[in-house]
């Protein structure tokens, strides 16, 4: 898939120049979310870009991870979405002529999965997103005349500017669960099984997608499932106050010292939260008797002849035939092959948690950007969300673009 001009043989400046030519203005590394809409937005100025990603079409793997937990809407709101316009999900919604009932939900008029991913897929269409796909996982970055040589799996890329938008590519596994399968127990993990559950089955993680996975498989093994969290989980309609979703407090946020950042996104985050809809879904379940509770701290867990016995607290509490963990991903970024590869190869700064340290452009390097979760130490609490994505956009088009 090379779309490096030849070799540089018969005279250096014309070889050049023949690069040049051949060169893409943007490549994206990662076509989630926030590849996806960034794709869109520079196709609409008439950008010559690829985005590389190792799956079959866009946003496959954030289908895959709202497939796994059976997830009925979105968290967020409905006027965010990945097109380029504003209101674009509302309009398209009004302009179905029959919604499905329980299109929305909440306060906020979350849209269900089926009409984002609906509405993604007219997004893709309209704008033949799709076309612009290069199938490989990322692995080396370097510069070369004029611009970027990304080297993949499968070939290499170049394009004078480079936007890396691989998400938080790390999932949280504890320690404890190292022994018993580790990461393939985790329901991001491509290999986590996805087959309905039988058996006694447990949870454990104490956030939206955790309480989402043991709602489903406690309708499928009712009174066979239990979540195992620390605490009750907090109410919240949504990941952190509406204001970061706005440029007006992404600035303010980039503006403050590092340190200050660092806290703020600590404290304005709602880790280990559910929209109140859901928490009443839990509470409801639990009366039914189809889904136990347990508050407290898995600390250890071992193999048996008939299933896993779980120690909580200390205290050798449970059995169970099958166990999921939805505790999340990885806070920061050390041990993500291509920034610390990246990093390393260009002398680019990392600040706290090893997460890219960027100018007011999530520029990590004059050439390239940094957009996602990795670009929260620029644009604030929601820089991993739709909202996010589209603060991301907006400041590549106020001060990296022409
Ligand atoms: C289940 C779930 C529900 C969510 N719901 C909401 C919601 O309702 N509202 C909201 O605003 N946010 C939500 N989020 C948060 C956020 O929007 C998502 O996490 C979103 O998927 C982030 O998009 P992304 O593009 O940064 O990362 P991802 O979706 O993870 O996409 C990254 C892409 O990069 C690719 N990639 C990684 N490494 C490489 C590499 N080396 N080379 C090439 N490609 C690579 C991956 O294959 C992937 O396709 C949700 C998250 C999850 C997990």
Redesign the pocket.
Known sequence: MSLIAGSLGVGKTSAINHLLMKMLDWLI????????HAAARLRRRGSTLRL????PH?????ER??EV?A?G????PLD?DIDVGELSLHHFAEAQPRLEPGSFAGPCR?PSVALFRRHVEWVRGRLDLDALLER????SVELVEGGVRVE?DRGSLTARRLIV?????RTHVPAWAKAIGGPTLHV?DPEFDRSPPSGSVVVVGGG??AA?LALRWAQLRPGATTLICRRPPLIAEL?AAPRWAGPRWSWRFANFPLAGRVAMLDSELRRGSVPPRVAARLARAQRRGSLRVVFGEVTHTQREAAGLALSINGDPALRCDRLALATGFARGFEGV??FDLTAQALGLARGPRATPLLDAALRWHPRIHV???AACLSLGP?A??????RLASARLEVLALP
């Open positions: 590394i990662g076509a989630g979310v926030h590849g996806l590389l990603d190792p799956h866009p946003l496959a793997e954030w991870r709202a937990l997830m809407h979105l968290r967020s965010q979350a490989g996982l990322a692995r993949s938008a691989i998400g938080r590519p991001y939206l997608s989402q990941d092959p291509l957009i996602g979760a929601l991993a969300n739709i909202a996010g994505a």
